[in-house]
């Protein structure tokens, strides 16, 4: 954690715009950020952490694992001509003093508003709604609609709640007691949760339709995408998220790995895999540097790590007699095409390579899994539940966001389908008779 003088140093660097573009067009939470970072200025840590819970309840995960330069910070005015203010930073500083240091709470930021809201609307608060998978989006749509005075079930599919934040992001990136904290937080509101609950398998939809007045879907897209190249069937290929979720790791010790992407799923397996003692890890990417989609410190961190990036390499095929022997890769150069809003990796003839390697993880974006065709819900044409802009699937009673419903992957932004989701299904809810 940053001492008090390093967090008034980073704070004091913060110009308080009037016209807050980190805020508005840089993060998805819209978080009040020149307000949190004046509150910090003058050490009020827990007025600064109030000013965040106004729009998220997430402060002490996204301070410390968002995308910053993509998203608040790439907006902040300071970084047009040098460094910009190290928002981040300070939002995980502000959790861990007001929460973890002082022991504040997030109900003692709602209490009053969930006071007023019992007595002034009797209707809500006898309205029930299940939220199905207490990952980012879930939670946060939970805390929202408790907020609101209605009461709240989550059914969660593990023996915890965090999703991703628990087993899709590595402790040394997220320290699973910020999350426990989080978590804690967010169930003091009177959240009631059940665990061990899988659609699919010992839940089904249609009975909660019965119990809820309203359902919120938000178990996330789970299942690693393929490449649909030869090989890839063969021992020793794995699936990233699957990797990090059901810790499925090999014995790593004087084997070269090939981790295949360029998003944060890719800097996580190569990193953690790396720290497991691999002998080489080379990530593998057919863009170049600028055009990664993970996080630049991530990649800075690995670099200084020790693992390699095989930069507009692809995958051609993987070889091997049962298990993963080699890798043909092939180089790539990057093209404008008509219509295209992003350079497009083309393969050069003829420079194709082989790499002896152990083990590939495809860390190329992820789906949901195929029950979730079974659900009786529209689906859009990449396979994710169809919804329209209040956040409700074809069917009107059960709403969804996160990953599940293709949102842009990142964790503030499948908070920001949490909250929005929550406020839709009040509004729903209001309008019922
Ligand atoms: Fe502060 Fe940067 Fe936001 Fe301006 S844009 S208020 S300098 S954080």
């Given at each position: 954690m940053l001492s008090i003088n390093e967090a008034k140093e980073k704070a004091n660097y913060?110009?308080?715009?009037?016209?807050?573009p980190c805020s508005l067009k840089g993060c998805p939470l819209g978080n009040n950020i020149p307000e949190f970072i004046k509150q910090v200025k003058e050490e009020k840590y827990f007025e600064a952490y109030k000013i965040l819970s106004e729009t998220t309840v997430l402060q002490g995960v996204c301070g410390r694992i968002c995308p910053h330069k993509k998203q608040c910070q790439g907006s902040?005015?300071?970084?047009?001509?040098g460094e910009p203010v190290a928002i981040g930073d300070l939002e995980a500083f502000t959790f861990d003093k007001a929460?973890?240091?002082?022991?504040?709470s997030l109900l003692e930021c709602y209490k009053n508003e969930m006071a007023e809201n019992k007595e002034k609307n009797e209707k809500l608060s006898n309205k029930k709604v299940a939220i199905i998978g207490g990952g980012p989006a879930g939670l946060t749509c939970s805390a929202f609609l408790a907020k609101s005075g209605i009461k709240v079930t989550i059914f969660e599919k593990?023996?915890?709640?965090g999703g991703l934040l628990v087993h899709g992001i590595p402790e040394f990136r997220l320290p699973k007691e910020i999350v426990k904290q989080t978590v804690d937080n967010i169930l003091e509101l009177g959240i009631e949760v059940k665990y061990n609950q899988e659609l699919g398998k010992n839940l089904k939809l249609e009975d909660l339709e019965k119990e809820f007045d309203a359902i919120f879907l938000s178990i996330g897209a789970n299942v690693s995408s393929k490449?649909?190249?030869?090989?890839?069937?063969?021992?020793?290929v794995y699936g990233g998220n699957e990797l990090l979720e059901y810790?499925?790791?090999?014995?790593?010790?004087?084997k070269k790995v090939a981790v295949v992407g360029g998003g944060n799923v890719a800097m996580d397996c190569a990193r953690t895999i790396n720290k497991m003692g691999a002998k080489e890890v080379k990530v593998i990417y057919r863009r170049a540097r600028e055009q990664m989609p993970a996080e630049d410190k991530e990649v800075e961190d690995a670099i200084n790590e020790g693992i390699e990036f095989l930069f507009q390499n692809n995958v051609v095929k993987i070889i091997g007699?049962?298990?993963?022997?080699k890798v043909e890769l092939i180089k790539t150069e990057l093209v404008q095409k008509e219509g295209e809003t992003r350079l497009v990796p083309v393969n050069i003839e003829n420079s194709n390579y082989i790499e002896d390697i152990d083990y590939v993880v495809m860390a190329l974006g992820s789906k949901p899994e195929?029950?979730?065709?079974?659900?009786g819900l529209e689906l859009n044409k990449w396979g994710n539940i169809s919804i329209n802009e209040n956040y409700q699937?074809?069917?009107?009673k059960v709403f969804s966001g996160g990953d599940l419903a293709g949102?842009?992957?990142?964790v503030a932004w499948a908070a920001q389908s949490g909250r929005e989701a929550a406020n839709k299904i009040v509004e729903f809810l209001e309008n019922q008779k």
């Amino acid at each position: 954690m940053l001492s008090i003088n390093e967090a008034k140093e980073k704070a004091n660097y913060c110009l308080n715009c009037k016209v807050k573009p980190c805020s508005l067009k840089g993060c998805p939470l819209g978080n009040n950020i020149p307000e949190f970072i004046k509150q910090v200025k003058e050490e009020k840590y827990f007025e600064a952490y109030k000013i965040l819970s106004e729009t998220t309840v997430l402060q002490g995960v996204c301070g410390r694992i968002c995308p910053h330069k993509k998203q608040c910070q790439g907006s902040c005015v300071r970084g047009i001509k040098g460094e910009p203010v190290a928002i981040g930073d300070l939002e995980a500083f502000t959790f861990d003093k007001a929460i973890t240091e002082q022991g504040h709470s997030l109900l003692e930021c709602y209490k009053n508003e969930m006071a007023e809201n019992k007595e002034k609307n009797e209707k809500l608060s006898n309205k029930k709604v299940a939220i199905i998978g207490g990952g980012p989006a879930g939670l946060t749509c939970s805390a929202f609609l408790a907020k609101s005075g209605i009461k709240v079930t989550i059914f969660e599919k593990y023996n915890y709640l965090g999703g991703l934040l628990v087993h899709g992001i590595p402790e040394f990136r997220l320290p699973k007691e910020i999350v426990k904290q989080t978590v804690d937080n967010i169930l003091e509101l009177g959240i009631e949760v059940k665990y061990n609950q899988e659609l699919g398998k010992n839940l089904k939809l249609e009975d909660l339709e019965k119990e809820f007045d309203a359902i919120f879907l938000s178990i996330g897209a789970n299942v690693s995408s393929k490449m649909g190249i030869e090989g890839e069937d063969l021992e020793g290929v794995y699936g990233g998220n699957e990797l990090l979720e059901y810790n499925l790791h090999p014995d790593y010790k004087d084997k070269k790995v090939a981790v295949v992407g360029g998003g944060n799923v890719a800097m996580d397996c190569a990193r953690t895999i790396n720290k497991m003692g691999a002998k080489e890890v080379k990530v593998i990417y057919r863009r170049a540097r600028e055009q990664m989609p993970a996080e630049d410190k991530e990649v800075e961190d690995a670099i200084n790590e020790g693992i390699e990036f095989l930069f507009q390499n692809n995958v051609v095929k993987i070889i091997g007699d049962g298990k993963v022997e080699k890798v043909e890769l092939i180089k790539t150069e990057l093209v404008q095409k008509e219509g295209e809003t992003r350079l497009v990796p083309v393969n050069i003839e003829n420079s194709n390579y082989i790499e002896d390697i152990d083990y590939v993880v495809m860390a190329l974006g992820s789906k949901p899994e195929g029950f979730v065709s079974n659900l009786g819900l529209e689906l859009n044409k990449w396979g994710n539940i169809s919804i329209n802009e209040n956040y409700q699937t074809s069917n009107s009673k059960v709403f969804s966001g996160g990953d599940l419903a293709g949102i842009k992957g990142t964790v503030a932004w499948a908070a920001q389908s949490g909250r929005e989701a929550a406020n839709k299904i009040v509004e729903f809810l209001e309008n019922q008779k």
